[in-house]
């Protein structure tokens, strides 16, 4: 009715305005009559036609305006309230959408370097990098390296290869939930505005297809968007690569074991004849590392994974990798039997003790951070 309204309106402003127009040209009456009817028939019509179609687009512009408006008014409550978390929203996976930053790693040329056992101890020795040092200081130095080193499978001592692989996974794994950490401060940082600015909707949408939330909502991206503890990090990828002596991870960079139908792989050697997955391969070891964190934080299968997670949120607790894991049970054929195997590894080799490290800041990012 109201659209109606303002049509009316638009009609009777032109009628008023053409009648002056004819009685300023001096034209008699008749003519008048026969041009006026010419001339209104031709705007009238034309209103008509146009009417509906710029209703449309403001009707358009209005909803969208509110959508925006309206999710960060409706979700902001919900998502800085501790209490009372509703679930997150179950939608279909866009794994083009999700993997795309971890997919440029491939497309980045690379002069990676694969570095000889020796060669790391001697670095991690010359910047006094030890986990005896991170347990006491619980600080980690940022000696980020893109490949396991070849002779994982010859180091003898089984506590040396155990100690060997958590130095150069950590800070890996610190690095990813440190990233994870800026986003989320970021996100409640954009929810407490008003309004937001173009970069920061460009962003909020980047996040959104990263973590698979298809309708905007904020408070999926929320509990999806979240850290790892580095102790569960560390017993998954040890139980996957056999402390990081399996093909998979010293071919294909792949820490955790994750299948892939199609694109890059690594075909298992003793797959059944029914089943055609590979598993998925990668350029440098922090791809591995953030597939892992991606697929724990938007796949259906570990839904109960990150409800636990935020409801200790929530509740102000730490995560507690042990709690965690056994809702981890999908993650394997072996089920339950699984989430054994990683608290008796969280266990035995004290990793606990890394969930509270920190990484030195090497940038800008952790300078934010820190």
Partial sequence: MKNKNTIIKIIDLFTDNTKKFLKYKGLNNSGKSFLYTIVASFFIGSIFFIAPKLVILKNNLIVKSIEVKNESKTNLEKVLSGKNIVEEQDDELDNIQIFEDIFQYEDVPTSTVRLSA??????????????????????????????????????????????????????????????????RKKLFAILNRNSNSKSEKKWLNM???????????????????????????????????????????????????????????????????????????????????????????????????????????????????LMLADYLDQYAATGL???????????QNSLQDFDDVKLLPNSKLMKKII
Wanted: charged share 30%.
């Fill in 118 to 183: 020796s060669t790391i101890k001697q670095l991690f020795k010359e910047t006094n990098y030890s986990l005896k040092n991170v347990r006491k200081d619980k600080v980690v130095k940022p000696v980020n390296l893109e490949l396991l080193p070849n002779e994982m499978k010859m180091i003898e001592s089984t506590e040396e290869r155990k100690s060997l692989f958590i130095q150069i996974v950590l800070p890996l794994i610190l690095e990813e939930n440190n990233q994870i950490k800026f986003d």
């Fill in 207 to 321: 996040k959104f297809k990263q973590y698979g939330v298809k309708n905007k909502d904020l408070l999926t991206l929320k509990i999806r968007m979240d850290e790892v503890p580095a102790s569960l990090a560390i017993a998954q990828a040890a139980k996957e690569t056999g402390w990081g002596t399996s093909r998979f991870a010293l071919e294909g960079n792949a820490l955790f074991g994750q299948w892939t139908f199609s694109g890059e792989g690594i075909k298992p050697k003793a797959i059944d004849s029914d089943k055609s997955h590979k598993v998925m391969k990668f350029q440098v070891l922090q791809a591995s590392v953030r597939a892992y964190f991606r697929n724990l934080n938007t796949h259906s299968s570990y839904r109960k994974f990150r409800k636990f997670r935020a409801d200790a949120r929530d509740n102000d607790e730490i995560l507690d990798s």
């Fill in 337 to 347: 039997e699984y989430t054994k195997i990683l608290k008796k590894i969280i266990k």
